[in-house]
């Protein structure tokens, strides 16, 4: 069992930048991040290969966000830039031990995921 602990969530003005930490505390083959509106569904937004390093975005993110991983630390980041409105959301980071391919842990259903955060709240305003 690998937990997820989430941090660096908060308030920012449109345009501003912000950036999430996910400390965890095992080892495991691909990192993500994905975000949920209430009354929507969560949404997979980037996603690493903590071997490789290759990553995946959502177009709706591609360009702004970065994820990063600091591999000594068992820690992945989110580098938000050029946040909108838009963004406004619950953080969720995520973990699985057998999907490698970050494509997959993005575009996927959820509920594939194995091991998942407490969220961090982000909201911003215009």
């Known amino acids: 069992q690998v937990q997820l602990v989430e941090s660096g969530g908060g308030s920012v003005q449109a345009g501003g930048s912000l950036r999430l930490s996910c400390a965890a505390s095992g080892y495991t083959v691909s990192m993500g991040w994905f975000r949920q509106v209430p009354g929507q569904e969560r949404e997979g937004i980037a996603a690493?290969?903590?071997?490789?390093?290759?990553?995946y975005y959502a177009d709706s993110v591609k360009g702004r966000f970065a994820i990063s991983r600091d591999n000594a630390e068992n820690t992945a980041y989110l580098q938000m830039n050029n946040v909108g409105p838009e963004d406004t959301a619950m953080y969720y980071c995520a973990a699985d031990p057998y999907l490698r391919n970050p494509a997959t842990v993005v575009r996927g259903p959820p509920s594939q995921i194995t091991y998942w955060g407490q969220g961090t709240q982000v909201t911003v305003s215009s």
């Open positions: 690493i290969d903590t071997n490789s390093g290759k990553t």
